[in-house]
């Protein structure tokens, strides 16, 4: 077993024993989130071909030298295919729709003047101007993703644009949740003296599912051997990777470590991070284990810096660890850490570049401050920070 690590060593451990080629594969109607199973062409132009980008009239660009006016002889909306534009005329057209053979330059309806049939061109005009040529987005061939790419929502309207609504994808990973605690209640249960709600559950649920991930929702455990036990049992068989919330301490009622270390093997604990430090990491048969602390603060930060780009590894994502980006303190950070630290942070712009604030409790049980972020500033190990200072940011919104 690994002892108190780095966080970029751990990363890199962790990821490194991810299990690749373990998920499925599967045709799927295109969402959000979904990973590629292999790489995507297109099949044909985008657009289909040359058409209008404006509202106005096609002409031939010879037939405008004179200055004179043109019978407009026909009319072409969106959607409608115009027949062969003949010389001497001009054609109605609007956006979108296809320019007409023979036809090869457009003029804005506000540069023209409309006398009954007849239309005369009021502003200069250039050849080929206001189309927008076949092919100019995309061409047939084209390589429009990678494997391994995660589909954003501009992807989506792009793969219509083609036409394509179904793909060969990663099918989801099951991930098994479970809480542990006596103390713990689920949200509308009554609470009694000592009792406290679970928030983990419904945090760590959410953030599986934005993934494209299933949960096997496993509840709470009770705090004994024998119940955790036959929950992490339970968890292997039913899931492809098993996550519990708490229990991962050296506790007398935290009963999670010492199980998976009965049952499978556990091969990382303790992480030089805060928050966040009692981390475990190991295997439940053929299942990777991740035991998650119980704060919720440092539950939503482990699951972000190690489960998530562990999961995306397991789909098949290719760059699955998040940016960090510069930016600069508004705060002071006086003592050098023995742990690399995340502070719950918000971004803002400035004159200067990105500016960051921290919230004032930076407690590992003070969702408020996840709640109120947009940011995590990182603190590395035996820094101490400024106001003005550079610091490294990671935006939560690449996260989700």
Not at 115 to 122: A, L
Not at 284 to 310: D, E, I, K, Q
């Amino acid at each position: 077993m690994l002892g108190l690590r780095a966080v970029d060593d751990v990363l890199h451990y962790i990821l490194s024993d991810a299990p690749i080629g373990c998920v499925k594969s599967e045709v799927s109607a295109l969402y959000l989130g979904a990973v590629l199973d292999g790489d995507v062409f297109a099949e044909r132009d985008v657009p289909p071909a040359d058409n209008s980008a404006m509202d106005g009239f096609a002409f031939r660009y010879e037939d405008l030298l004179s200055g004179k006016s043109l019978p407009v002889s026909q009319r072409i909306p969106a959607g409608i295919v115009g027949e062969e534009l003949q010389e001497g005329t001009a054609a109605r057209i609007f956006t979108g729709a296809f320019i007409p053979p023979n036809a090869d330059t457009v003029v804005a309806q506000e540069d023209c003047e409309l006398s009954g049939n007849q239309v005369t061109v009021s502003a200069g005009v250039k050849r080929g101007q206001h189309i927008r040529p076949r092919g100019q987005d995309i061409s047939a061939g084209q390589l429009l993703f990678e494997a391994g790419h995660r589909l954003q929502a501009a992807d989506l309207g792009l793969l219509a644009s083609l036409g394509i609504s179904r793909l060969s994808v990663s099918a989801p990973i099951r991930v098994a949740l479970m809480s542990t605690g006596d103390e713990l209640r689920e949200p509308g249960e009554s609470l009694s003296a000592g009792q406290i709600y679970n928030s983990n559950r419904p945090m760590l649920a959410a953030m599986i599912r934005s993934l494209g991930c299933e949960v096997v929702d496993l509840g709470i455990i009770p705090d004994n051997a024998s119940a955790t036990k036959a929950a992490l049992l339970d968890a292997s068989t039913r899931a492809d990777v098993v996550i519990s919330s708490g229990g991962v301490s050296v506790g007398e009622e935290d009963h999670v470590k010492a199980q998976v270390e009965a049952l499978g093997e556990l091969q990382l604990w303790k992480l030089a991070i805060k928050p966040g430090k009692p981390l475990a990491y190991g295997r439940l048969g053929a299942a990777p284990f991740f035991g998650l602390p119980g704060n919720p603060v440092s539950s939503f930060v482990t699951f972000c810096l190690f489960v998530r780009p562990y999961l995306l590894k397991m789909l098949g994502v290719a760059n699955p660890v998040v940016a960090q980006w510069p930016a600069n303190a508004n705060f002071s950070w006086p003592k050098a850490g023995s742990r690399q630290e995340y502070l719950r942070a918000r971004v803002t712009p400035g004159v200067s570049g990105m500016q960051v604030d921290i919230h004032p409790q930076q407690s590992s049980g003070a969702l408020t401050s996840v709640s109120w972020c947009n940011a995590l500033a990182v603190i590395p190990v035996g820094v101490t920070l400024q106001r003005g200072d550079h610091v490294e940011v990671i935006f939560l919104r690449d996260l989700y």
